[in-house]
């Protein structure tokens, strides 16, 4: 291994370097110049990358370098590495080299056959090397550029300049060493056959002076240059894109010396450079310097300097190295970037967003954006929190769904776009919507994700109150049973909807013409809907229409519909459509019909009722009548009693009218009440001076006859009760009637009010009264009063049965049957 910070001055010649193995290279010192340079310079590219990028951008274009790059923190653990040094050097994937030291991967080499990978020793020895000169750059900062063969991981054995350089933070503290290795095998190989084959030391410097080109050319095409300061001679050579870069000749700048190169410099950074020269000149700290550099045209060019010592054999500085490269494009680049993040940042503040950068080698998630105004916390406290507490601030019953989706964003690498409820630091839950995409490199490979994650609480309630209004809105369509449609001015369909189907048979789509739907409308009625279309359309005032009209169905049945619209206007005051609703009316059209003949039926059925009332009056005046023509001689009180005989018997019919009329058009009469009034009246009726008449009765409640029945049973109870109030208490004796009605069952109570229809029930009517009885010549049979006629009369109308009874007064008691009826 060589270190040349310990060997002794390099000439132009060939100089002899010892290692500590006392093994001796030739090597010309140009050479090492330009080797040393060219690691510089991947150094240098490393460390602007690892201070300018940090690991998001160098890892991916570390992988694209030829040269093995490593980086390694105070500890020795490697914190990057890049495909050519681990797969190329190590011989292991970048994962299980990074987070190792290099002990513990050499302890793991030694289970393997492949024990020695440094110069053919062993490896912990080589590893022990390794780590002194890294503790020496620790300790006191600075490079080391060594030579050393090593075997590699496919066992060939290659040679390496490695350059070794601390790096520093912002306050100059030394954080770790960035290890820059090239391949100089090659470069070995040709010194090796030049020595062997050519016989002269012409020859051989001819050759050198070929691959002192060949650097020069490797520098001119990438962009830098190299400056030598010979700090003996005070001599400075150029090499490299010297004019590229300053836009001088190499002899412009020789010729203007140190001192005037400061001259070129941007005074706002003349004093840092200057006091990192003098730093360097005293303690021989290798430093990195970038500052304002004015080329020969007058503008300003930003560069980086990246400057080496050679120490001669006394340890002093004999050497000064120095690459120099323009960054003014990766300045600009750079400071054009951290102005895109600027506003992108901004943006996502001001949008309420939180931004999210995920990175799949370091599983690390950046945040960004407005984090303290959706979620509450700073943004130190938002990042540091971990998987489980981000999860736990997941609203319980979104949880689930969530870690389903995040985990097949993850897995699959799929988009994502989820909703959910996030509980803030205060508690509070607010919905919340992550939206995110996978990013792929130049190879297709996945590499990262980015997203965004943003407060939707408002615009999510205000979604839930449309989609409350649109759900009230679709109930109402869907239970809407009509049809809503809008026409243009012409009367044209150009909106249809609801129950278009169910009304007309057609869809919507096959009735949006003003043809298809005239079509259906029946051709008697179409004149009435186009004079009222009409009348609304040249109408300054009507602006609202409604007409009854029918259609054919598809069914080929007729069905009515009701039509009602209104006039929309335009800005130009004009009819702009027309909107409005219609219904099927086939229903209420048939029920009014029907409706229309029940009440031609009952008008029938009154008439007929009046008609035969009327009849049943005039018998009884003729009764009435006879009566008279059989006797001698009539007195006024004769004839006045008969008047009021009939009076009573025709209100005993009228009642019954009033009660079905009070019953609300009911075709039936409930007895019971009917009989109270009747009763009530005929008490009015014949007040019998001062004789105290009670009535008592026992009246079987919900009894319901029809007029067939009402009439002559009523009948009965008017003749009964008026003779024995007229006959039965004389002299003003004080008595009772008692009248009573029930079916003729002992569980007739438990009867429904009608029995299974066809089918008859039997009732009993009693009217009695304790008075001086009926006289024993009155027959039944034969009777020979009015009153007694019309009510034997009345009974065979009936087909009923009536008994006389004269114990105790006087008791009528009848039986008759009632057909059932529904």
Not at 260 to 269: A, G, T
Not at 436 to 458: C, H, P, Q, S
Not at 463 to 471: G, H, N, W, Y
Not at 802 to 814: A, C, D, H, P
Request: net charge negative; with cysteine.
């Amino acid at each position: 291994m060589k270190d040349y910070k310990e060997e002794p001055e390099c000439h132009e010649e060939t100089t002899a370097l010892v290692n500590k193995d006392k093994k001796t290279t030739e090597l010309k010192a140009n050479d090492v110049a330009c080797s040393q340079v060219k690691v510089s310079d991947e150094k240098s590219k490393v460390s602007d990358l690892i201070f300018r990028g940090g690991p998001r951008i160098i890892k991916d274009m570390l992988d694209t370098m030829v040269n093995p790059v490593s980086y390694k923190d105070k500890n020795g653990v490697f914190l990057l590495v890049n495909e050519a040094h681990a797969r190329t050097i190590i011989g292991l994937p970048k994962e299980e080299v990074i987070g190792r030291t290099l002990l513990e991967l050499a302890r793991k080499f030694s289970d393997i056959p492949r024990k020695y990978i440094v110069e053919k020793r062993d490896l912990l020895e080589g590893c022990n090397e390794w780590i002194q000169i890294e503790t020496e750059i620790l300790n006191h900062g600075g490079t080391r550029t060594i030579e050393q063969e090593l075997i590699v991981a496919d066992g060939t054995t290659k040679t390496f300049i490695l350059n070794k350089s601390a790096l520093c933070d912002e306050k100059g503290e030394t954080i770790g060493i960035v290890t820059v290795m090239q391949d100089i095998t090659e470069l070995r190989k040709t010194e090796k056959i030049l020595k062997e084959s050519l016989s002269s030391k012409n020859e051989l410097s001819e050759q050198i002076k070929k691959n002192e080109e060949m650097y020069k050319t490797i520098l001119e095409k990438t962009g830098q240059m190299v400056y030598n300061c010979d700090i003996v001679a005070d001599k400075v050579d150029w090499l490299g894109s010297v004019e590229e870069v300053t836009g001088y000749t190499p002899e412009e700048l020789k010729s203007a010396g140190v001192n005037l190169w400061m001259n070129y410099v941007h005074p706002e950074d003349r004093y840092k450079l200057w006091i990192n020269n003098e730093t360097h000149m005293k303690n021989g700290r290798n430093f990195r310097l970038e500052y304002r550099f004015q080329k020969k045209n007058g503008n300003y060019a930003c560069l980086e300097e990246n400057v080496t010592d050679i120490l001669d054999s006394s340890g002093g500085i004999s050497r000064v190295i120095g690459v120099v490269k323009d960054i003014t494009e990766q300045k600009f680049a750079s400071q054009s970037l951290q102005e895109s993040e600027e506003r992108y940042r901004t943006a996502a503040e001001q949008t309420g967003q939180l931004v999210f950068d995920f990175r799949i080698e370091t599983h690390e998630v950046e945040w960004a954006g407005a984090i303290r105004e959706v979620t509450g916390y700073s943004p130190d406290e938002f990042k540091n929190l971990d998987e489980s507490l981000w999860i736990e601030h997941i609203h319980p019953k979104d949880r689930t769904e969530t870690i389903k989706n995040l985990e097949n964003f993850f897995r699959k690498k799929a988009r994502i776009q989820a909703e959910f409820k996030f509980r803030k630091k205060d508690g509070k839950y607010i919905y919340v919507e992550i939206r995110g995409v996978w990013l792929k490199d130049e190879k297709g490979k996945v590499y990262r994700a980015i997203g965004v994650m943003k407060d939707i609480t408002e615009w999510k309630c205000t979604l839930e109150k449309i989609e409350a209004s649109e759900m009230k809105y679709r109930s109402l369509i869907q239970n809407f049973q009509g049809i809503a449609f809008q026409t243009d001015r012409n009367f044209i369909p150009i909106f249809m909807h609801g129950a278009v189907k169910e009304i007309t048979g057609h869809t919507e789509e096959e009735l949006m013409s003003r043809a298809k739907w005239k079509e259906i409308i029946l051709p008697e009625d179409l004149p009435l809907l186009l004079k009222e279309e009409e009348r609304i359309r040249d109408s300054t005032c009507n602006k609202y229409a409604k007409v009854d009209f029918r259609i054919t169905h598809r069914d080929g049945k007729i069905r009515w519909l009701h039509e009602i619209y209104q006039k929309v206007l335009g800005k130009d005051g004009n009819p702009k459509l027309y909107q409005g609703t219609i219904y099927d009316i086939t229903e209420r059209k048939e029920t009014e019909e029907f409706l229309a003949n029940i009440k031609i039926a009952r008008q029938r059925e009154i008439h007929h009722r009046i008609k035969n009332n009327l009849q049943v009056i005039s018998s009884l005046l003729d009764l009435q009548a006879e009566k008279f023509n059989n006797m001698e001689c009539v007195t006024n009180s004769e004839v006045l009693e008969a008047f009021r005989e009939s009076q009573d018997r025709v209100i005993s019919i009228a009642l019954i009218h009033e009660e079905l009329h009070e019953g609300e058009g009911t075709e039936k009469l409930n007895f019971s009440p009917y009989l109270q009034k009747l009763i009530g009246n005929l008490f009015q009726t014949y007040r019998l001076g001062d004789a105290a008449i009670s009535l008592k009765t026992e009246l079987e409640e919900n009894i319901f006859f029809d007029m067939d029945i009402a009439v002559p049973l009523g009948l009965i109870v008017n003749e009964l009760v008026s003779n024995s109030l007229k006959h039965a208490f004389s002299n003003g004796k004080n008595g009772e009637i008692r009248i009573r009605l029930s079916r003729n069952d002992k569980l007739g109570h438990l009867r429904e009010e009608i029995g299974p229809e066809g089918e008859s029930t039997e009732f009993n009517l009693t009217v009695s009264d304790n008075g001086k009885g009926i006289p024993e010549t009155v027959n039944l049979e034969n009777p020979e009063t009015l009153g007694l006629q019309l009510v034997s009369i009345l009974v065979n109308q009936l087909e009923g049965e009536i008994e006389l009874n004269r114990e105790n007064g006087t008791e009528f008691s009848m039986r008759f049957k009632v057909e059932n009826k529904l």
